[in-house]
Every structure is written in structure tokens, then in C-alpha cells.
């Protein structure tokens, strides 16, 4: 099986969608002068038309042209003793209806493409009292729900919606849904997906298991790959993939591979060349970057490599270990300095032979290798940076409790095996450690989540599109397991809301940034 390419449209797939869709159905639904509504079994007399100052707009997705039924206390109404009033504001004309003292009943109209259909609510409890709600609903062909195959997708919004709420998290300010956008492309065990620095005509996919860099042109209409690089006749995997920041001039990309058979292999970093005659990488031009060795001597127990590429605004090369062992196995190599493993490191490729230690590293001068930029995590699976602020934000995978999400500084320690996200970690013997540490000195993660959420968090980008504008600026991530998508939103007092955008049956094994911001996913079928 294979992954493929595909984009973030309006809908939400599967069970999330017609939760989140029924919420959207509402807003929409029920509230223009020739619409209709509804109070158990008689018709109420439309509202007034009036600006709702009680409850704040909810917003919601649903299918077209079906029935959904939504809680008031869902929408944050109280239970409705007397009548549930209602009046369409825009969008095609629907139906709502009381079922029950605690229900609504939606009736959507069937549509060609998706509108947002503008209602408001108006809840009376019979004494005198009512409570108003705006209610937007986006109303989706179902036509277009992409019950989501084996390929990648794009972050994209519904025309006219604001928002997707899926209860109890807090609403994203719009709609989200995976969408294909190369439905002509099926990817082999796809794990990175990038473009070339400032050239959006192709896409470049990594083959983890097949080892192989495949191109393929930008357009809907893609039906086809070229392999630009192969190195399906070396052991290990293909990780990542990471251009240099002067690739139209220099030719370089870099890549990273694991092989855990290997002890002194490990972790490589290799340097190749384009090569205008191929029209490919050059695998003459192969220059071996950086070679970790396992940190044990038993390589049944050499998993958890990690493996990122990126190159920061400063123009170094960072890249993001993992602490080189399977789970079950306590492992302090994460602290221990003297290693690279549990590291994020950071250096200077255009310098030196083979490479140059930034004078700035933490610990260029001492006290450990001085390639680590930052420490004590377990398996960051994909990290990035903001764009526009520079920050790095990186996801690790927990062990049996906690996924985390942290914003990483130069020199910070963020704590496996001592913790797991925010708290002590559950099952590591951290007994049995000889590496001294201060947990005082543990950076906390921005956010983190049990396995009632999640239990396979994998990093995304800081959005910075223009598709998505209630998107801006929010860190945008998934969980590998569940196919759910989340968005993290500042509270203005240094701490995040976790908002839950969408949910699809992928694999989510990697987000990708075109060259304008706009976010896709890569769904990875066959497993590890």
C-alpha cells in the first residue's frame, strides 16, 4: 500500500464529520423570512431580527440534503420549556425543528458545493427569559467527502464557514477537512513531503521503506513520479529530506537514514548533488555528513531514531535523534551529554570537513557534544520552524501516558526519562540512572495529551497560508493513531487552547509546507 496527495477542503470525513457537520447544519438552516421552524408539533413565529448579544456564534459542518439531530446543551442552550424560535439570515433555505425538550432537528437542503447557511436561535423557557445563539453551518455535498485513501492531503477551508467545533475542545475559526489533491498519485510508504526553496513546480516525497526520492510535478493532473534519488540497495530507512537554502545555485540536499541493524552505522546524514544532465540527485556525489552510532550493543533494542531534516533561518542544518531504544528498555541516553541521541542537533554544512560547530551552540565550549543545540527528549516525530518568528516547534512520542508538543530553546533540557510530557514518567526506572540531572532545569511542554486523545503524536507547522486566515499563526499538528488533526490558539497569557480541526481514517505520519504556507498530510498505510 501507498500514500498519495490530497488536500484540505471544507469537509470533515467519516463520524467527525457529521458530528461537526450537524453543529455547521444549524447556522445554516433555519432562519430566512421563507424558511421554516419548529416547536414539537406546531410552527413558531420567526424572531425579529436582532444582533445576538447572549451566546457567542457556534459553528459547525454537515452534510447536505440529510437529517441530523444536535443537543441544545451541545450548543450551550439550556433545555427549552416553551419554544425553540428561529430565523435564516443567508445561505440556501433549510429546516429546523424541536424533537425533544433537549434536541434539534436539522433539515438541510441539498447542495451542489458547500454554503454556510447563517441561523439564529432563539431558546424561551416560558417565563419571560430567552436565550439567542448565531449559528453558522456549512453544508457540505456529500459528493465531496473524501473518505480518505492512501495519500496526502492539504489543509483547506469551506467558502463561507468560520468554524468546526468539536466538543468539549475548544472551535477552530474555520472548517477543515482532508481532501485529495493528486488523485492520480499513489506514494510508497511516504514520510516527508517537500518543495524545493522557492520553486513550487514539484513536490519531492521520501520512501521510507523503499529508500527512494520520487518527484512529481505540482498539478492536479499528476499522474506520475520520476525517482530522483535511489538508495534502495542500503540498509536502513529514508527519514527525511532537507534542501539547502541555496539549492537553486548549489545543487545540495541532504538526507537522513537509519539503520538499526547496524550498530556503528546507526544514523547517517549524507550530502548529494543535482545533477542537470541526470536531471536527478547524483549518487557519484554522495558525501557522508554525520555518522551516530547506536548507543548500545544490542541491536535488537535500537528503535526510536527519530529523524527530521531542516535547515533554520540562521542556514545551519538541524536534525532531531531519538533516544535509540525500543520501548520497555530504560534508557538515559537522552541525558547523558556525551551522546547525541535524544538530541536535537544544529551544524554548519557550509563550513568545515565534513562539517563546522556554530559558535553559539550550548555546548560548543564544553560539557558535552558540541553538535546538540537541546536535550532529554524520546522520539520527536517531525519538528519545524515558524516561518515568520523563526521558533521550533517539535512533537515527541511518548512511552504510556503523555504525547507532548514543545517549543525547543538552545540549551534545554525537556526531561525523558525523568518525564513524560508534564508529569514524572509512569514506567521508566529512573532508579537505575548514573547520569546526575536537576530536574528543576526540565522544560515543561507547551501542551501535552493522554492516550484518551491520542497515542502517536506527529509534528506540524506553524500555519502561515492564506487559504485558512482563522488558521494564522496557530501550530497545527496530528496524531499518527486516531487521524486527528489539532490546532493550538494562544490564550493571551502565555498558555494554548488545544482545538481539534478535523479527524479522517489516515495514517497521519507527516505535514508538509508548500512554499506559500499552505499545510498538507501525508497518510502512511503500510506501517512501520
Not at 239 to 246: C, I, K, M, N
Not at 332 to 347: K, P, V, Y
Not at 361 to 381: M, Q, S, T
Not at 507 to 526: H, P, R
Amino acid at each position: 500500500a501507498g500514500g498519495g496527495v490530497a488536500r484540505l477542503t471544507v469537509i470533515t470525513t467519516g463520524r467527525r464529520l457529521l458530528a461537526c457537520g450537524l453543529a455547521l447544519l444549524l447556522s445554516q438552516l433555519g432562519a430566512c423570512s421563507g424558511g421554516s421552524s419548529g416547536g414539537r408539533d406546531e410552527r413558531p413565529t420567526p424572531v425579529e431580527a436582532q444582533t445576538s448579544t447572549d451566546l457567542p456564534r457556534v459553528y459547525r459542518s454537515m452534510l447536505a440534503g440529510q437529517r441530523g439531530e444536535i443537543p441544545l446543551a451541545e450548543l450551550g442552550l439550556a433545555a427549552a420549556s416553551d419554544a425553540v424560535n428561529w430565523r435564516q439570515l443567508a445561505g440556501p433555505e433549510a429546516a429546523v425543528s424541536l424533537a425533544d425538550d433537549t434536541h434539534i432537528i436539522l433539515d438541510l437542503p441539498s447542495v451542489a458545493v458547500t454554503e454556510t447557511l447563517e441561523l439564529e436561535l432563539t431558546v424561551s423557557d416560558g417565563n419571560g427569559s430567552e436565550q439567542r445563539l448565531p449559528l453558522s453551518i456549512a453544508a457540505v455535498n456529500p459528493r465531496q467527502v473524501i473518505e480518505v485513501p492512501d495519500t496526502s492531503y492539504r489543509l483547506a477551508s469551506s467558502p463561507g464557514a468560520s468554524d468546526c467545533r468539536v466538543p468539549p475542545r475548544p472551535p477552530p475559526t474555520s472548517p477543515v477537512v482532508l481532501a485529495r489533491v493528486f488523485p492520480g498519485l499513489t506514494l510508497p510508504s511516504p514520510a516527508d513531503l517537500d518543495q524545493a526553496p522557492g520553486d513550487d513546480r514539484y513536490w519531492y516525497a521520501t520512501s521510507l521503506l523503499g529508500k527512494q526520492i520520487h518527484r512529481f510535478e505540482n498539478r492536479p493532473g499528476a499522474n506520475g513520479t520520476d525517482v530522483v534519488l535511489d538508495l534502495s540497495d542500503q540498509p536502513g530507512r529514508l527519514r527525511s529530506l532537507a534542501f539547502h537554502p541555496g539549492f537553486a545555485d548549489n545543487g545540495k540536499a541532504y538526507v537522513q537514514l537509519h539503520n538499526g541493524t547496524d550498530l556503528a552505522e546507526g544514523t547517517t546524514i549524507r550530502e548529494f548533488t543535482w545533477s542537470a544532465t541526470l536531471d536527478a540527485f547524483d549518487p557519484a556525489s554522495e558525501r557522508l555528513i554525520l555518522q551516530v552510532a547506536l548507543p548500545h550493543d544490542d541491536t535488537s533494542i535500537g528503535e526510536h531514531p527519530g529523524g527530521h531534516l531542516n535547515f533554520g533561518p540562521d542556514g545551519y542544518l538541524y536534525s532531531a535523534l531519538g533516544d535509540g531504544t525500543q520501548p520497555g528498555v530504560f534508557s538515559e541516553f537522552s541525558q547523558d551529554t556525551g551522546l547525541l541521541w535524544g538530541s536535537l542537533l544544529r551544524i554548519d554544512v557550509d563550513n568545515g570537513d565534513p562539517y563546522a560547530i556554530p559558535p553559539d551552540n550550548p555546548l560548543a565550549n564544553g560539557g558535552g557534544r558540541p553538535e546538540i543545540y537541546a536535550w532529554g527528549f524520546r522520539h520527536p516525530w517531525k519538528w519545524n520552524f515558524d516561518r515568520a518568528t523563526g521558533e521550533i516547534w517539535l512533537a515527541d512520542v511518548g512511552w504510556v501516558s503523555r504525547e507532548e508538543v514543545n517549543r525547543v530553546v538552545k540549551g534545554g533540557n525537556y526531561g525523558w526519562p525523568f518525564r513524560e510530557g508534564s508529569i514524572p514518567c509512569p514506567r521508566c526506572e529512573v532508579d537505575k540512572a548514573t547520569v546526575e540531572v536537576d530536574p528543576a532545569t526540565f522544560l515543561e511542554p507547551v501542551i501535552d495529551y493522554g492516550r484518551d486523545v491520542g497515542k502517536s503524536i506527529t509534528g506540524g507547522y506553524v500555519y502561515r497560508g492564506s487559504r485558512l486566515p482563522d488558521l494564522e499563526g496557530l501550530y497545527v499538528f496530528g496524531d499518527y493513531i486516531t487521524g486527528r488533526v489539532f490546532a493550538l490558539r494562544p490564550n493571551g497569557s502565555g498558555e494554548f487552547a488545544t482545538e481539534e480541526l478535523t479527524q479522517a481514517q489516515v495514517a497521519l505520519v507527516s505535514f508538509a509546507e508548500d512554499t506559500a504556507g499552505e499545510l498538507y498530510t501525508l497518510d502512511f498505510k503500510t506501517g512501520y
